[in-house]
């Protein structure tokens, strides 16, 4: 997908939760709101579209804290670019969810 | 802390009960992170459980139903019709249920199909018999004088509860402002509609007096749906009637075409000439005379040393179609074994055995073609028959056993033949025919087709000239090692060593 394409704000929200640190579906859920019906949908489109890319997390870790091993995602370089253009069109995106840099700044 | 843990058990069950409407490549990779995410949740201390709605972990197992519910849409939008091809199984239910869904869309379109297809309106129409003095293929005609109706009404009380006499005839019926129309008015006997037993029509003016009810075709063709016409008068060659009722189209089932009836008491329909002809419609006693089940019962009357026979027509046997198509069914059953070998093949039990919803699969496939061929050839049957001779049902009849019939035996020999090309692991279609070996070594060796299983199960022989050692078509099982060689063999398969 190109950089300039255009999101739905869900999506964009989706990303943008990605990209302040809310790797697992859940904790996406809790930052945007938006409910497991949506946000796991919404992650397999964006991940079609080669905006994010999700990767299980070491069965090793995860037998050290004695739990499932969790699917994490992240942002592509596309997705990244992305969410850049769509801070344009969703200006209040950043304030909704800050992601590190704003925070750290 | 109970609840707590009772509510987690509970999304556990939904989240895999969930993930069973995954399609079945996805399921592996849903249910793990749905679990994997479930399990972080139902684990969080309870003084850092977030408070939106999702941190419930009910209400997560609830989103997981739309997930399903997503991806077996999205799945479905992404393959097409192409994912049903190579699932053939699929797309040969979906055929068939399309061809059912637009037969039954026809029907109900056709006003004579559908009226033949829907139940009979009157309440107790088991008990409801046409009297006919030519027999069940002049049931359609009037046959009966009004002279025998009514030593009938006096004579044969221990017979019938009640019995009603009308006959159509045309006759011009003039309303004051609207022009006069020529209509088909069935004089009757006043008690036509009571013996009926309609759900609801309520009749205006009292029996004394003759009273009109119209159809409602008629009275949307001739007036225009005027809601004045229910208890004005109309003049009927030269007689002042009042309209009393309309009468719904799918009420009138009884034969001969009314576009209204005349309900007249029975000093008016005594005026009539004795050797008027019209039908009489009665309702049988049950204790005296068992209602006719196998369609009509004779009654043989013996007056001034002469002695005639009438029949009892059940009324439910003449209009209702059911009987017609199930005989039809029958003789297309009788008939197959006739025109089609019946085995479906040689299929040996695998080593491995294959699961037994493997195996119930392939049958439960073929009963569903069988209910979904009948259920298209019944409705089809009946479009053609009451949809376009809806004016006759004896011919109807008659039209609806000779389409039904070849119909039907034509269907069931396309179901055996297809049941015979597919996979009975995975039901495709099985492709690729090579013929092998030669007829001229056919005494040593076998010669035949050779079909292939394109996911790798197995392989098809089909022998040319059937032997005492090669009798009917055999399926070859091909273990798991072989599924690399095949176009489809990747995908899992049941059963697989």
Redesign the interface.
Known sequence: MLADAKLSHTAAMILQAIHAGQIYGFSVMQMTGLPSGTVYPAMRRLERDGLIVSKWEQQSIADAEQRPPRKYYRLTRNGRATLEAAYERYPLLEKMIPSPEVEQA | MNRRWFGSALARINVHAASLLVPHVDRPSWT??W???L???C?VPEDEV?E????NPL??S??????A???RC?RLRADGLSGLRSGSAGRCGLLLATAACAALLICFALPGARNALLLLPYRNSGDLVIISSRGYGGAQSPSIALADYEEWTTDTANLYREIAFYRPTIKGVHLAQHDAVRLSVAQASDNLLRLLDLPAVPLLGDASESRLVLSHSAWVAHYYEDPQMVGSTVDIDGRAVRIAAILPDSDWRLPGKVDALLLENPQVLAALPSQTRGFVVARIRNSAFPPPRGGWRRMIETRDGVTRGFDCISVRHLLGQPFVFLFALLLASLALPATTALPLGDYPRRRDHLPVSVNARRWIFLLAKFALVIVIVDLCSTDIAYGLYSSDPVTALYIQIATAFPALLFGFRWILQDQRKRCPECLRLLSSPARVGQASCNFLSWNGTELFCVRGHGLLHIPELPTSWFGTQRWLCLDASWRSLFPDGCSPSPGMV
Do not use: K, Q, V
């Open positions: 793990r992170e679990t994997a995410e399990h972080h949740l684990h977030p939106s709605e999702d941190a209400e997560f609830f989103g997981a139903y739309n997930d519910f997503w991806i999205d």
